[in-house]
């Protein structure tokens, strides 16, 4: 399985984020979609996750009401799913790499360790 995650870069305060996450490959065995970011030197934070079919999200309950996960079913096919994260409001707090990752029969969970298939992840820096 292959994920690939796009968007981030620099964004100002108080704005919104949207990145992209695609999984293509054998994702026959996958249940769900998690978001985490991860700053230097500390443990990747969970943000969200999503069922493969894109009908149930969760979220860390800090993130909850800035934080959106949903499926992108016009560019989603059978070798190819695509999701999204949206997070409004951003704080320099916020700047950290995010990252996506296919979770298998342990989903719905907020433990890295559940996850198996991983993107290079995204940088986003929220800085006036």
């Known amino acids: 399985v292959q994920v690939i995650e796009t968007g981030g870069g620099l964004l100002q305060p108080g704005g919104s984020l949207r990145l992209s996450c695609a999984a293509s490959?054998?994702?026959?065995?996958?249940?769900?979609l998690g978001w985490f970011r991860q700053v230097p030197g500390q443990a990747r934070e969970f943000i969200g996750g999503i069922s493969w079919d894109g009908a149930n999200a969760f979220y860390a309950e800090t993130l909850k009401g800035r934080s959106t996960i949903f499926k992108d079913n016009a560019r989603s096919s059978l070798v190819l799913h695509v999701i999204h994260l949206q997070m409004d409001n951003l704080k320099p707090e916020d700047t950290a790499v995010y990252s996506c990752?296919?979770?298998?029969?342990?989903?719905?969970?907020?433990?890295?360790?559940?996850?198996?298939?991983w993107g290079q992840g995204t940088q986003v820096t929220v800085s006036s």
């Open positions: 990752a296919t979770a298998g029969q342990n989903y719905p969970s907020r433990d890295a360790d559940d996850y198996e298939n």
């Open positions: 490959g054998r994702t026959f065995s996958t249940y769900g």
